[in-house]
């Protein structure tokens, strides 16, 4: 079975730091595009950040500069550091992958997910 499981969130000032983990099982990660979601209370979830298999990566609009998506394949362990956090961050946020090589910021491209990690921002 694939597994993801996320870690590293918490709640944070804004202005802050956080970096968010996903280690994968069950899937061969190296070979894959991977990506972070967020999710929320009471909005859809959204595409925050994608990395391809080749390492290319995509933000959404309001996370260039601030946020970097990077892998370990080693360790197959995915990363989302977070810097210069702001209130509208507030969320659940997912890692997300599937049999691909080019990652996109569309929920409807992943078909394996993590149970998420709640990061605040105040």
């Known amino acids: 079975d694939v597994q993801l499981v996320e870690s590293g969130g918490g709640s944070v000032q804004a202005g802050g730091s956080l970096r968010l983990s996903c280690t994968v099982s069950?899937?061969?990660?190296?070979?894959?595009?991977m990506a972070w979601f967020r999710q929320a209370p009471g909005k859809e979830r959204e595409g925050v950040a994608s990395i391809d298999a080749d390492g290319s990566t995509s933000y959404r609009q309001s996370a260039r500069g601030r946020f970097t998506i990077s892998k370990d394949n080693a360790k197959a362990t995915l990363y989302l550091q977070m810097n210069n956090l702001k209130p509208e961050d507030t969320g659940t946020y997912y890692c997300a992958t599937d049999d691909v090589v080019v990652g996109t910021l569309n929920v409807g491209w992943y078909k394996y997910w993590g149970r998420g990690t709640q990061v605040t921002v105040s």
């Open positions: 069950g899937h061969p990660y190296s070979r894959y595009a």
